[in-house]
């Protein structure tokens, strides 16, 4: 599994600074993701989301 | 000129070799569960609940992509006549994701593992008196009767004992100060902060604060000492113009309370950040805009410091429910549409990311509790005051109750991963179940236990993706 990944990094994340460098740029983000394309989740600052949360400026 | 030749061809060279492999190693990979795809102004658009990526796609690539579903279980064979570059982000961003992978089993083992591990943080909500200044019509803790008590030392000492024993070094803490109306017992959140900030500064502890107040008492001078405390957000609630205010959010003698807090809210230390509640029913919708002109015109929105959201008030079957028109979460889903583009027409900034979460509420956790004034604890701020619903006591945390056990027993064992409906919704990594007590209190309506997305989430995306253009184009 870990190999397989290894090789899509290469694999695609490789051709992305080559598209870069083409001047090519076929996406944006929005929003990035803040789930990792492994499944786990990036760290934030509050990991609640409480309905009644004021903490709205520390996500 | 030669180098740059070879440079030319070694590319051409590797693009040929990678499309071949990319076609192949796609065979490998399947659309998540979890998209969701927006066309706005012919602009194609797609969302991804499991990891919160939100892109939007070229002009170039428009005609290719506007024929791709994104559903699950439907072929990507179209996927292949995109650039690299968009197949790597897809799959950054979990559009397109290993066949082997099931996610609703990773959404639920997240969750799990986080909901249950010990992460070193402890997350206390703190209610220093259940007496409040204010007789709101919808008050969930009306039938309390709001007791004029207020949190003894032995209490005080108590919680202290809690977050020594209960974090290590460098842990986190976060403290939300609650009531009743806590800043009527200013001098106990003063005392007990400062407690708090002394051990926190041994322990090397982060503390996050927080108070949540009506916004009566909160003058300057209040302002400045809690920035000082260290506290340094607040939410303060203001339902619609002076009149529909005023006539919902009464002051315990009687008399309206707008006035008092918009003059409060306009001169407090600008380190502190107000979150400015609007609470939505059927009685003050209409008056919205008519209340966000009001804001914009006295400046609040224009203050970096300030921001506003609006929220549903919930049927909690408590005696003032019955005065008011409630919105259930499928009605309300529209119009929370409806008032934040009105609220981006008029320039205020409302705070709106749609990310996944681990879990829903902290309430959930080991590492969650209300403290009462008398040093009940209780595992949700909903339930403040209500004795039935203990989950324990701060000064006896050994006492084997046979009530406490039953209640911890609700909220630990709560889960949603069983419910068929939950199983198969598109939003589920982000409502992750929806509250928990509108399911584990049998009083209460179930009908809030969903969340808003789950009736509107492609005109929430299509107002945030229209905010992303206007600021970026």
């Known amino acids: 599994m870990i190999r397989k990944r290894k090789y899509f990094n290469d694999l695609f994340l490789g051709l992305h600074n080559y598209q870069i460098m083409k001047g090519g740029n076929n996406m944006e983000w929005v929003t990035e993701p803040v789930t990792y394309s492994d499944g786990g989740i990036e760290p934030q600052g509050c990991i609640l989301d409480c309905d009644l949360c004021l903490l709205v400026f520390s996500k | ?473």
């Open chain 2, 1 to 473: 000129m030669i180098t740059e030749k070879i440079i030319i061809n070694t590319f051409v060279e590797i693009e040929k070799m990678l499309e071949d492999k990319r076609m192949i190693c796609l065979k490998d990979y399947k659309f998540s569960k979890y998209n969701h795809k927006l066309i706005m102004n012919g602009d194609v658009y797609v969302y991804n609940a499991f990891s919160g990526g939100f892109c939007r796609f070229h002009d170039d690539n428009r005609e290719i992509v506007s024929d791709i579903d994104f559903s699950e279980n439907t072929c990507l064979e179209k996927i292949a006549q995109l650039p690299s570059d968009v197949i790597s982000g897809l799959i950054k961003g979990c559009f397109i994701i290993p066949k082997k992978r099931n996610e609703f089993a990773i959404v639920k083992s997240r969750h799990f593992v986080n909901r249950f591990s010990d992460t070193n943080s402890l997350t206390l909500t703190l209610i220093p008196t259940m007496a409040c200044n204010f007789r709101c019509t919808y008050c969930f803790e009306a039938d309390k009767h709001y007791p004029n008590n207020c949190m003894s030392d032995e209490v005080i000492d108590a919680i202290l004992n809690l977050i020594d024993s209960r974090l290590k070094e460098n842990g986190q803490l976060v403290i939300t100060w609650y009531g009743g109306e806590p800043l009527l017992r200013f001098d106990i959140v003063k005392k007990l902060q400062s407690k708090i900030l002394r051990m926190a500064n041994k322990k090397k502890l982060t503390v996050n604060s927080a108070i949540i107040t009506n916004g009566y008492l909160l003058t300057k001078e209040v302002s400045d000492e809690l920035v000082e405390l260290g506290i340094r957000f607040a939410q303060v609630t203001i339902d619609g113009t002076k009149e529909i205010h005023n006539s919902k959010r009464i002051a315990a003698n009687g008399e309206g309370s707008f006035d008092t807090i918009i003059k409060n809210i306009l001169g407090t230390n600008s380190n502190l950040k107000i979150s400015i509640r609007v609470n939505i029913d059927k009685d003050n919708i209409e008056a919205m805009p008519e209340f966000m002109d009001y804001l914009v015109k006295i400046g609040i929105t224009r203050a970096d410091n300030i921001s506003l959201y609006f929220a549903v008030v919930k049927d909690y079957g408590s005696e003032g429910s019955a005065l008011c028109s409630h919105y259930t979460v499928k009605e309300y889903a529209k119009e929370e549409v409806r008032l934040n583009e009105i609220a981006y027409s008029k320039g205020i900034y409302i705070h709106k990311n749609i990310n996944p979460n681990i879990y829903v509420c902290g309430s959930l956790t080991t590492k969650a509790f209300v403290i009462e004034p008398d040093g009940t604890i209780q595992k949700c701020w909903g339930l403040a005051g209500d004795k039935n619903s203990a989950v324990g006591s701060i000064l006896n945390l050994n006492c084997v109750d046979e009530n406490y056990m039953q209640n911890q027993a609700k909220w630990y064992s709560w889960t949603k991963f069983d419910n068929p409906e939950c199983k198969e919704c598109k939003v589920l990594p982000i409502c992750m179940g929806g509250c928990p007590l509108h399911t584990i209190d049998e009083k209460l309506n179930d009908d809030y236990k969903c969340s808003t997305y789950k009736y509107n989430m492609e005109s929430m995306l299509n107002l945030i993706a229209t905010k992303y253009l206007d600021d970026a184009y």
